[in-house]
């Protein structure tokens, strides 16, 4: 057991140096942009809509409020009762100078519903520069901008955005527990990959140009996928083209409001994950020190050594959370919320037994549907076409 304890250990360490290291490559991506579109190109931006969520309204205004010259939106959504439909009327109001199309097509062209949402909305893009992005997020008055330098890049294909967790204060700690996975976790293994040379389509943001989506395939070919992000990224990447990412970083919204709903959103990435990087999932659980160091201190009995072990990686942790906040701030005006320091070691721990559990699970849970991770088929939960909105709860 004395043996175990010491690799255990020796594991939490591996995961404090890469704690600092994703903390270090925050800081670095943060940096203020130093440049400006040669040229400003007009652009379409598709936002797939299906149901209604915490902060919808102010995450879709800011993809209205964007400082570049010409761009048009054009929302989809699938059925007429989507409550989603009553938000973009109120933006037409608020933003009466904004190119706004809605499409309203329940046409289902395969099992992967965002993309067949897509599928619909693509004929009523008037531009050939095009933005796939999601509804939940929150972007800079120059996110169009970031995005069109970075495309600008010879050899491009295709660029993403990295993105932040964004925890509405209603929800309370459980958003919080999920928003800190994706601001403390995700975005620094993802900058720390980009480093490694890895060039992941990230599912927040896609742009890029008719013709190169066309020649990847187009929308068509993604319908029948649960990772059509990371399977186009691939594509254009065989075209010999690069995805870049942009010097942007949105706010997601994290609108789980139990731990039960944070597992089942979580469980989905990961299971995506496990399908397309399973040895890349079961090493990434070393980007958890708390929990190994956790498992130290139960194999020496909770000797002195492993307590302290347990306290550093705590230290190292939070130390880390407050300085990748501190560096975002300029790019999502997100501050630290210290009572999430205290849900570190839940969050670590929760954080394994999701990658244990998706070498497990063959189904998994998105937008109300329980979708075959395996196959094509996708099983609706409820007989409702729109999934009633989880009761908002406090902390």
């Not at 009327?89 to 062209?109: G, M, N, S």
């Not at 008719?210 to 068509?220: F, N, S």
Request: hydrophobic share 50%.
């Amino acid at each position: 057991m004395t043996v175990l304890a010491d690799v255990v250990a020796f594991l939490s360490i591996l995961g404090i140096a890469q704690c600092l290291a994703g903390w270090f490559a925050v800081v670095r991506f943060a940096a203020p942009p130093s440049s400006l579109p040669a040229a400003y190109p007009p652009i379409t931006i598709l936002k797939p809509l299906y149901g209604t969520e915490p902060l919808l309204e102010e995450a879709l205004a800011s993809c209205c409020d964007q400082i570049y010259p010409t761009f048009q939106i054009v929302f989809g959504l699938h059925h007429p009762a989507d409550p989603a439909l009553a938000v973009v009327e109120r933006l037409k109001l608020r933003f009466p100078k904004a190119d706004i199309a809605v499409v309203i097509d329940p046409t289902l062209h395969g099992p992967n519903r965002k993309v067949s949402n897509l599928i619909n909305m693509l004929p009523s893009a008037r531009y050939e520069l095009l933005v796939i992005s999601d509804s939940d997020l929150r972007v800079a008055p120059d996110y169009l901008e970031r995005l069109v330098v970075s495309l600008e890049v010879p050899g491009t294909g295709l660029v993403t955005a990295a993105y932040a967790g964004l925890p509405p204060d209603a929800l309370g700690w459980r958003a919080r527990l999920g928003a800190t996975q994706i601001t403390h976790n995700f975005l620094p293994g993802v900058l720390l990959s980009r480093i490694l040379g890895r060039e992941d389509c990230l599912g927040s943001t896609a742009m890029l140009r008719r013709d190169t989506l066309e020649r990847a395939g187009g929308l068509h070919g993604l319908v029948h996928l649960l990772a059509e992000d990371n399977v186009l990224g691939q594509r254009v990447r065989e075209l010999g083209l690069s995805v870049a990412l942009a010097d942007t970083v949105v706010a997601a919204t994290v609108p789980e409001p139990t731990v039960r709903a944070v597992w089942d959103h979580e469980l989905r990435w990961t299971r995506t994950i496990r399908v397309s990087a399973p040895i890349g999932l079961a090493a990434s659980t070393l980007q958890y020190p708390l929990f190994w160091a956790g498992v130290a201190c139960a194999l020496s009995g909770g000797e002195a050594w492993s307590l302290g072990l347990f306290a550093l990686s705590w230290l190292v942790r939070v130390a880390a959370m407050a300085g990748i906040d501190s560096a975002l701030r300029r790019k999502t005006g997100l501050r630290t919320r210290w009572p999430t320091a205290l849900l570190l070691p839940l969050r670590d721990g929760l954080s394994i037994l999701e990658i244990c559990a998706s070498y497990w699970v063959d189904d998994v849970i998105w937008r109300g549907h329980r979708i075959d991770a395996n196959g094509p088929a996708v099983l609706p939960l409820t007989s409702q076409v729109i999934s009633p909105v989880a009761p908002v709860s406090g902390s």
